[in-house]
């Protein structure tokens, strides 16, 4: 048998090329030049961190006019959420706490400054049991059938 020395190697296939040396302009270049057909396309927002258009309604509502406002908490159902955590005998925290929600969004329900939600609403008035939303308000929370 033929002895084959360490240093020799042998290649059996050329190294495919990574995707960026594909899209270098050199390779454009030589593609081109060598008469290959190259396909370039322009991406939308390519190399923008933009993911969703904003449309004027929202502006408009940014902007809190007389007609377009967000509507926040009424006081009523703020005191009615304090009042209840206070029957409780619950802390702003551990009630944040027991609906897996931050201490924040409690303060803000109580302050009156947050925007509903249905599903915090709801999660405070199962761990309140008391009704928090419709004509009802205030009363204690009819349990499941």
């Known amino acids: 048998m033929a002895?084959?020395?360490w240093d020799d190697v042998t290649y059996l296939r050329k190294r495919t090329p990574?995707?960026?040396e594909k899209r270098s302009q050199q390779a454009v270049n030589a593609a081109q030049r060598s008469g290959m057909e190259v396909e370039t396309s322009k991406k939308f927002s390519a190399g923008q961190n933009k993911q969703h258009s904003s449309n004027a309604n929202t502006a408009?509502?940014?902007r809190e006019t007389e007609e377009l406002k967000?509507?926040?908490v009424g006081l009523?159902?703020?005191r009615l959420i304090q009042q209840g955590r206070q029957a409780k005998n619950l802390t702003q925290k551990e009630l944040a706490t027991k609906?897996?929600?931050k201490p924040q969004v409690v303060n803000d329900y109580e302050a009156g400054k947050a925007i509903p939600n249905n599903q915090v609403m709801s999660k405070l008035e199962r761990t309140l049991g008391l009704k928090l939303r419709g004509k009802d308000r205030g009363k204690p929370l009819?349990?499941?059938k």
Do not use: F, W, Y
């Open 70 to 72: 967000h509507s926040h």
């Open 76 to 78: 009523d159902t703020a």
């Open 142 to 144: 009819a349990p499941k």
């Open 60 to 62: 408009r509502l940014d």
């Open 99 to 101: 609906i897996n929600e």
């Open 18 to 20: 990574k995707a960026t």
């Open 3 to 5: 002895e084959v020395g």
